[in-house]
């Protein structure tokens, strides 16, 4: 619909009230009906002046005009204003109303569906018994050639140092690629350095997170790891790391760049450093380098003796709270803290005081970042394209739509939720046997990680990584390194429900929705998951997500150690 600006002057002293079929000025004659004659032309004056009127009030409409049509066409474009009509005077502006999804509402649709949701508990079969469906599985299994018997390694060309940062599982990529690189440069890589992060400011060290003694075990035949630097590297640069060159290599460089660039700096000096060392090798890479990386990740690399202790006996918790159903739970990744509530720039039902809180907590995580010019926030684009992170609330309106009923045992991973007691309650109302690490966990057991996130982080990698059915609901490092590492120990398949957000989105702004039609949805999405549990690596992709066919083989088949090839036994 079109808006219209309307401004007359009329001579006499009366106004049509309908506006007319266009929405120029229309200027009203007086009539002269004396002596029955016709209306009297006007002069050339007359008409000169009437001209100069005519165009200087329709220049003034149209300067009151731009700016407001300026004005609503921004608003509306940023989906921070809905409005159906607004009046100005004689203004009138009528604009659209949002798109459907751009709205939080799923409170409203929470409030119609519940009641159909008690009517079912209790009276539903245990989904977790059925949830995956062996039909689409093709069975495939670990082919990583760990022990190559070899005399010895060749001589090391160089010391290879990297420091990892970011948080558990980017930290876990770069010293993956670190493996992966020193092999490629016949190098001996050091325990790798962990940065301390701005956003995870956790100050562990690898050996407080990983077995440092396993890993270098596990890798003794393909690279050699030291943990500290050699007497001869440490007199060459006067007992200080920072003298050693730091390479600056681009995110995702080829295996030909290192050996072209990198390794002849590294014979020259006998050292080199990369810092930071996060995303730095490309996907693909020749198949015996990714046969480092599958090795390092999926065998070299597990947690620490103190972790591992703690997580065993949590795992166990879940399994015999979990006995209704053999022992199978549903472990969500929840990503609702506050700084990537923050971070996504979403509204949900906190009106100006999530708003303000939200500010606070950008500037305090992103000084700037937020406030750049012509940066623009649009909550409303952000939640209909599904880059919201999903609340309690909505994965549970999810899980039960899908059919997990209340009797199914549930694992949450996550920091610290915002706004908890508001947020968790619906959840725990849909499922009571719910499960996090400080009500699994005494808080005696948890002391020693206390202010240490990436050990936390460890605790629920392990519980989600031993669930039947892990859920995914915000993208990052976390779920797709547990996928790749389910995928590895369940047959290649992830056994992972990855919702559409934006089907989502749509679904939780429509209160009126009926029960039968969210199930039938939710029911879609969830063999829609089962169908992508099992999928192959694209050239593009990471074989951290997707270990097939680098790192696994298809059942009959089996690994050349030699030649790195498969062949059908």
């Known amino acids: 619909m079109h808006g219209y600006s309307r401004l007359g002057m009329p001579r006499g002293g009366s106004t049509t009230a309908s506006p007319p079929s266009s929405p120029r000025c229309r200027h009203g004659r ?15 004056a007359e008409r000169a002046v009437f001209f100069i009127i005519s165009v200087v009030f329709r220049r003034r409409g149209m300067l009151l005009f731009a700016p407001l049509l300026y004005i609503s066409g921004m608003l509306l474009y940023m989906g921070s204003v809905s409005f159906d009509v607004v009046s100005l005077k004689n203004v009138v502006i009528i604009s659209k109303p949002l798109p459907a999804g751009s709205l939080y509402r799923s409170p409203q649709v929470f409030q119609k569906l519940w009641p159909y949701m008690q009517a079912e508990s209790n009276h539903t079969p245990n989904l977790l018994m059925t949830v995956w469906n062996s039909k689409v599985h093709k069975v495939w299994k670990p082919c990583i050639p760990k022990d190559i018997p070899k005399a010895e390694l060749p001589k090391s060309n160089g010391l290879f140092i990297i420091e990892a940062n970011g948080g558990l599982n980017q930290q876990r990529l770069s010293i993956c690629d670190a493996v992966a690189v020193a092999g490629l440069l016949n190098a001996t890589l050091l325990i790798p350095i962990f940065h301390l992060n701005s956003v995870w400011r956790d100050s562990s060290h690898f050996g407080n997170i990983f077995d440092e003694d396993f890993f270098i075990h596990a890798l003794r035949n393909h690279v050699n790891v030291v943990r500290e630097l050699p007497e001869d590297i440490l007199q060459r640069f006067d007992n200080n790391i920072s003298n050693i060159v730091n390479l600056r290599v681009k995110g995702w460089s080829s295996s030909t760049h290192y050996l072209r660039k990198v390794l002849p700096k590294l014979e020259e000096m006998g ?18 380098i990714q046969s480092l990386r599958c090795l390092a990740n999926f065998e070299a690399l597990r947690f620490s003796n103190s972790i591992r202790l703690l997580a065993d006996k949590m795992v166990d918790r879940m399994v015999k709270s979990s006995s209704h159903s053999e022992g199978k739970y549903v472990s969500v990744h929840l990503r609702f803290e506050e700084d990537m509530v923050a971070f996504s720039c979403c509204e949900y039902d906190g009106g100006e005081e999530e708003k303000h809180e939200m500010d606070i907590a950008r500037e305090r995580s992103w000084r ?21 992170p999903l609340t309690p609330l909505e994965v549970g309106m999810m899980l039960r739509g899908m059919g997990f ?7 949450i991973a996550a920091g610290k939720i915002y706004k908890a007691e508001k947020y968790m309650a619906p959840l725990k ?21 206390k202010g240490h996130l990436s050990r936390l982080a460890a605790l629920d990698y392990t519980v989600c990584l031993h669930s039947e059915v892990f859920v995914t609901t915000q993208g990052g490092n976390f779920p797709h390194f547990l996928m790749g590492h389910r995928r590895y120990l369940y047959g290649g398949h992830s056994k992972t429900i990855k919702p559409d957000k934006r089907k989502l989105a749509l679904l939780f702004d429509n209160p009126s929705i009926r029960w039968e039609d969210f199930k039938r949805q939710m029911q879609d999405m969830l063999r829609h998951s089962d169908q992508k549990g099992v999928e192959v690596r694209k050239p593009s992709a990471s074989l951290y997500t997707f270990p097939m066919p680098d790192c696994m083989c298809k059942e009959g088949e089996a690994i050349d150690e030699n030649s790195n090839t498969t062949t059908q036994t």
Not at 370 to 381: D, H, S
Not at 405 to 411: F, G
Request: proline residues 9%.
């Open 429 to 449: 109302q849909m499922f009571p046997r719910l499960q996090m690490k400080d009500t699994l966990a005494t808080s005696e057991e948890l002391a020693p990680f």
């Open 368 to 388: 700037g970042k937020f406030r750049r010019r012509g940066r623009v926030i649009r909550p409303g684009a952000n939640r209909v394209d599904g880059k919201c």
């Open 405 to 411: 009923d209340n009797t199914t045992s549930v694992y």
């Open 271 to 288: 050292a080199v450093r990369i810092a930071p060392f996060s995303n730095r090798l490309a996907h693909a890479v020749p198949s015996n």
């Open 30 to 44: 007086s009539k002269n009906s004396s002596g029955g004659r016709g209306p009297k032309q006007p002069s050339i």
